[in-house]
């Protein structure tokens, strides 16, 4: 057995894809320690700063000292405490929906969800680049996968078309892609869901937070809010907590409870983390949310104009996932390691999770980024990039 597993190992590393953790000492702020050296972290997901906001840091410690460490449960059994009937209310109210299913994390939701609404029978169309839990829970459900290209809202049409009187159809799709920055084509998919008598699920982990007047997501951005059928969203990203959420009306909040696997089988959330996120919610509606969400995308603006200026293939989104396209996955580890001896820690992606030939440094501003932090990032980036042929 140890043997197998060894050359599973070789194999991976033979092909350059062998991956380990890096430690990083304190909290998720714009700069970070990591092995004693200070760098500058341009791939953290906590886009807002509120991963070490104190509000959010208050309310963590006082709900573990008036509700203990542990829900000690799963919620069908006696895991529901008030604080999770609390922000699944607070949830439904922000993304404008009947009703809210709090879960443990984005993969969790994912898989249970898509698992919980479909079967065999139905059809699930995704999105060719849809996060890998959005895939992994339509091989769960055992109903047929479709993935259609990228945002090719036409290609999807004729899909929906050639499936039309299957039992259920179920279009997913990232709001926001978190390889490559860029939003889906909300409105389209909601009219075709409508012509096809579809049901539409939006992953906005990326934008919830981030997008929109009141920081709802993709949907509120393009004016959709009320005809996506299901918004799942997370709590560990721009509203520096964790778990995750689905938001829907009463009755399919009914069927997630008793079908989602992943719901009904998992000890619930502790009382901590569900403070923290009910004070995240709260503080992305005030003014100071709104200075955040405005601080966050004019830096993504700002980052990567003076990326693609410097010469760098950066894509066409707009939010604060900034991709800079190497290629090759070897090119790409390499600028990764550069880049932390000049100060600067971001991740290189390649396969599996983007095709061969698509690697690329995945950077995320934060709002607590300066203009001088992402001036000297692009000034070191640039010079690493030259060396290596990139720019």
């Not at 890998?132 to 109903?143: E, K, N, Y």
């Not at 499936?163 to 389209?188: N, Q, W, Y």
């Not at 000890?267 to 601080?295: C, D, F, I, K």
């Amino acid at each position: 057995m140890s043997r197998s597993i060894q050359d599973e190992l070789n194999q991976i590393i033979c092909q350059g894809l062998y991956r380990t953790t890096r430690t990083i000492s304190g909290c998720q702020s714009k700069w970070v320690e990591m092995d004693g050296r200070k760098l500058l972290l341009l791939c953290s997901n906590n886009y807002l700063g509120l991963a070490d906001h104190p509000t959010l840091i208050k309310a963590s410690i006082k709900a573990a000292e008036q509700f203990g460490t542990s829900s000690g449960a799963s919620r069908l059994v006696s895991g529901t405490m008030e604080l999770h009937e609390q922000l699944e209310q607070e949830v439904a109210r922000f993304k404008q929906t009947e009703a809210a299913l709090v879960f443990n994390s984005g993969y969790a939701a994912n898989t249970g969800i898509i698992a919980a609404l479909a079967s065999r029978g139905d059809v699930i169309f995704s999105d060719r680049i849809n996060h890998a839990s959005i895939v992994d829970g339509a091989l769960l459900s055992g109903a047929r996968l479709v993935r259609y290209p990228h945002n090719d809202v036409v290609a999807l049409a004729n899909l929906l078309e050639k499936h039309r009187g299957s039992k259920r159809c179920l279009v997913v799709t990232d709001g926001v892609f978190s390889m490559d920055g860029d939003i889906a084509p909300l409105k389209e998919l909601v009219a075709l869901k409508n012509t096809y008598d579809a049901m539409l699920m939006v992953d906005d982990a990326h934008g919830s937070g981030v997008l929109g007047a009141n920081g709802r997501g993709s949907a509120e951005l393009l004016g959709v809010m009320g005809g996506v059928d299901i918004h799942m969203g997370t709590f560990g990203k721009a509203l520096g907590s964790f778990g995750a959420y689905a938001a829907v009306s009463g009755e399919l909040r009914e069927l997630l409870v008793n079908r989602a696997r992943s719901f009904i089988f998992s000890t619930s959330l502790p009382p901590a983390v569900l403070a923290a996120s009910l004070a995240a919610l709260e503080l992305v509606s005030t003014a100071e949310g709104n200075e955040l969400r405005h601080r966050l995308l004019s830096n993504a603006l700002r980052f990567r104009d003076m990326l693609a200026a410097a010469g760098f293939s950066v894509g066409n989104g707009f939010t604060q996932i900034v991709p800079i396209m190497c290629g090759a996955a070897d090119v790409t580890m390499r600028f990764s390691e550069l880049l932390l001896d000049e100060g600067i820690y971001v991740q290189g992606i390649r396969p599996p999770t983007v095709p061969a030939g698509a690697c690329r440094l995945r950077c995320t501003v934060m709002a607590t980024h300066s203009d001088e932090d992402l001036a000297w990032a692009v000034e070191r980036i640039a010079t690493v990039g030259r060396r290596l042929g990139v720019a």
